[in-house]
T-cell receptor, first 117, second 112 residues
Framework: GAVVSQHPSWVICKSGTSVKIECRSL??????MFWYRQFPKQSLMLMAT?????????EQGVEKDKFLINHASLTLSTLTVTSAHPEDSSFYIC?????????????FGPGTRLTVL | GEDVEQSLFLSVREGDSSVINCTYT??????LYWYKQEPGAGLQLLTY?????DMKQDQRLTVLLNKKDKHLSLRIADTQTGDSAIYFC????????????FGSGTQLTVLP
């Protein structure tokens, strides 16, 4: 299957700082990338959907000014958590999909553990 | 709206079969998936089934779909300790949306 990487795998930051998380599709062109948030022992909650070259579509309740998403190329999407606070601490997972895939498969990155002190 | 439900926990003995169940509410689902998540890791697609299928088998994995009852199950034969993980079912509407709706996840514990 296709490979999706995330960087960093974990980050600890102070409250009020901004953190950027990168999501890369390594061996295919991802026309669509998704960002999820997962709290401990809970399911994945979709935060936003981004298509290359266009603005991201955010799910209800997700602040677009706080979670900035940039999908500048077919292999890279970034999520920036601006002015992070302890309640933003979570496991952030991205996934990538391509229109060439027949069954809507999303390939998931390994996740980024964000801890805000 | 969309809602996908799973039981939270399942324990089985090594060598037994595991059956993880999932119910969904949206009858327009096109694809249904099973993902595996090991601690601290992302999701690994185990298998998927198209909504016009009843069953799909892939080595130790068997997926059963009852579209009338909106019930999906994953059977793992000869369960091993390496199968211990959280298993998520997910549904997709297909088309250009490509969005997945995940269940709450079932924590499978395999006892020696």
């Amino acid at each position: 299957g296709a490979v999706v990487s995330q960087h960093p795998s974990w980050v600890i930051c102070k409250s009020g700082t901004s953190v950027k998380i990168e999501c890369r599709s390594l061996d295919f062109q991802a026309t669509t990338m998704f960002w999820y948030r997962q709290f401990p022992k809970q399911s994945l909650m979709l935060m936003a959907t981004s298509n290359e070259g266009s603005k991201a579509t955010y799910e209800q309740g997700v602040e677009k000014d706080k979670f900035l998403i940039n999908h500048a190329s077919l292999t890279l999407s970034t999520l920036t958590v601006t002015s992070a606070h302890p309640e933003d601490s979570s496991f952030y997972i991205c996934s990538a999909s391509s229109v060439s895939r027949l069954y809507n498969e999303q390939f998931f990155g390994p996740g980024t553990r964000l801890t805000v002190l | 709206g969309e809602d996908v439900e799973q039981s939270l926990f399942l324990s089985v003995r090594e060598g037994d079969s595991s059956v993880i169940n999932c119910t969904y509410t949206d009858s327009s689902s096109t694809y249904l998936y099973w993902y595996k998540q090991e601690p601290g890791a992302g999701l690994q697609l185990l298998t998927y089934i198209f909504s016009n299928m009843d069953m799909k088998q892939d080595q130790r994995l068997t997926v059963l779909l009852n579209k009338k009852d909106k019930h999906l199950s994953l059977r793992i034969a000869d369960t091993q300790t390496g199968d211990s993980a959280i298993y998520f079912c997910a549904e997709s509407m297909g088309g250009s949306a490509r969005q997945l709706t995940f269940g709450s996840g079932t924590q499978l514990t395999v006892l020696p």
